[in-house]
């Protein structure tokens, strides 16, 4: 291989190991009925499983940054993956809701929080100097795009076939995902002769410290700002994967709209996802971060109201708009979010993230499991709408009680000097 191909390698390897891990995150979704119509379980029990999930995949991503560390980058990978295809496959076999809760829950969990943003922030950070933001930004589409290939193929299989072929077909994208992973992809440049792309030949690798993740953490819960995006954070999940990634397709199918089709009207949304980010992210060059995520969350919230309302048997203009509009809403709360962490927690904010994201997959976990509870008791999601569309107005609240760090270069090193203090005292550091 020419070494200058690396580099373009690189990143679809790593784009194929996130597009492979986002399989189960358009899963539960569309199993939910098929699971409920074959065992009876209620939607409550499934959801239970999906918030464990979730709040594992949060919980855990913080500490894939220090496996990777120290293991390496495609060994920790690809057994992740390895674990998200055996979690996958060995839930055909699941007859009791307990089955359910250790694959679903546990080992999936663990799996997919592993090859979430950490992984993706290693490999942009490590590999790229010049074009960094582009290629974060493509890795993070992958989750966007996964949404996009499988939800329609799921929906279909479990529709067509059996919820089991659906499963099967999540196992075996991590499965094929995880040899690529290990043998192709490398933990730095410098270990295939390299540089970090963009950096001069001659000068020696950066080097910049980090706390471990419990001690970034120590750090972060001192400042109120940490609490804040935190809390904007967790209302953004549980209005995104908890709440529409989980129960938007048997919202739909309650109100008489085939499951393919709903499916399908999700998997768009992971188009307008990819616009939106984009988009984002140039906004935020140019506008205060917190007024863009005041105008999200409050828009957000508005549209989430009305949702109820549009839903029905057949696919009008309205509900097209609602697709179109919380696509670009959807995802487009982390360019803004990310920069506020840099500017309050300086070199240290991409690590504070990691534990502000853990916030939005808590977040995200107590409204799928809430929802799945109202929907239950009852016979009705639009109780569960109408909760996050209040979620959405105190998310815009406490956005508004974000204070500015001054801005700009001296914001960051302001938040960078108090990473440094806080570094130097922290008696544990990553190796």
């Not at 855990?60 to 120290?70: D, N, Q, V």
């Not at 690529?180 to 410290?209: H, I, M, T």
């Not at 992971?270 to 906004?283: H, K, P, V």
């Amino acid at each position: 291989m020419q070494r200058s191909a690396w580099y373009p390698v690189t990143v679809l390897v790593a784009f194929a190991a996130l597009l492979a891990a986002a399989g189960f995150r358009s899963a539960p979704g569309v199993l939910m009925d098929p699971l409920h119509s074959e065992f009876g379980w209620s939607h409550g029990t499934i959801s239970g499983a999906v918030s464990l999930n979730l709040l594992l995949f949060g919980l855990f991503s913080p500490f894939a940054t220090s496996l990777m560390e120290r293991f390496g980058v495609h060994r920790v990978a690809a057994i992740a993956l390895a674990v998200v295809g055996t979690g996958s496959a060995l839930s055909v076999f699941v007859s009791e809701p307990w089955q359910l809760w250790i694959l679903w829950g546990l080992l999936i969990g663990a799996g997919t929080g592993a090859v979430s943003m950490p992984f993706a922030a290693l490999v942009a950070g490590r590999w790229f100097t010049q074009r960094r933001g582009l290629v974060s930004g493509i890795l993070t589409a992958a989750s966007s795009t996964g949404q996009l290939v499988f939800l329609p193929l799921l929906a279909h299989l479990a529709g067509r076939h059996s919820w089991q072929a659906a499963s099967l077909v999540i196992a075996a994208a991590a499965v094929l995902a995880a040899p690529a992973v290990f043998l192709v992809l490398k933990d730095r440049p410098q270990d295939v002769g390299l540089v970090s792309y963009g950096q001069d030949a001659d000068a020696a690798p950066p080097e910049q410290p980090a706390m471990t993740a419990l001690g970034s953490l120590r750090f972060a819960v001192r400042r109120r700002e940490f609490w804040l995006l935190a809390g904007t954070f967790a209302v953004c999940g549980a209005t995104t994967v908890g709440l529409v990634g989980t129960h938007f397709v048997p919202s739909a199918h309650d109100h008489g709209m085939p499951a393919t089709t709903a499916a399908s009207l999700l998997a768009l949304v992971g188009i307008f996802d990819i616009l939106g980010t984009l988009a984002s992210g140039w906004l935020t060059d140019r506008i205060d971060p917190r007024v863009l995520l005041v105008a999200y969350y409050g828009l957000r919230g508005l549209s989430l109201l009305l949702l109820p309302m549009l839903m029905g048997p057949v696919v009008e203009p309205p509900l097209w708009a609602f697709i179109v509009f919380y696509g670009l809403d959807c995802v487009a709360t982390v360019p803004p979010t990310m920069a506020l962490c840099r500017e309050h927690f300086g070199q240290a904010g991409p690590v504070v993230f990691g534990w502000v994201f853990a916030s939005h997959q808590l977040g995200a976990g107590i409204a799928a499991a809430g929802a799945g509870v109202i929907r239950d008791s009852t016979g009705s999601y639009d109780g569960a709408w109408f909760s996050a569309a209040a979620l959405c107005g105190l998310g815009a609240v406490l956005c508004l009680c974000i204070r500015r760090a001054g801005g700009g270069a001296a914001g960051g090193e302001r938040g960078e000097g108090a990473a440094r203090q806080a570094f130097a005292s922290d008696p544990v550091r990553s190796e």
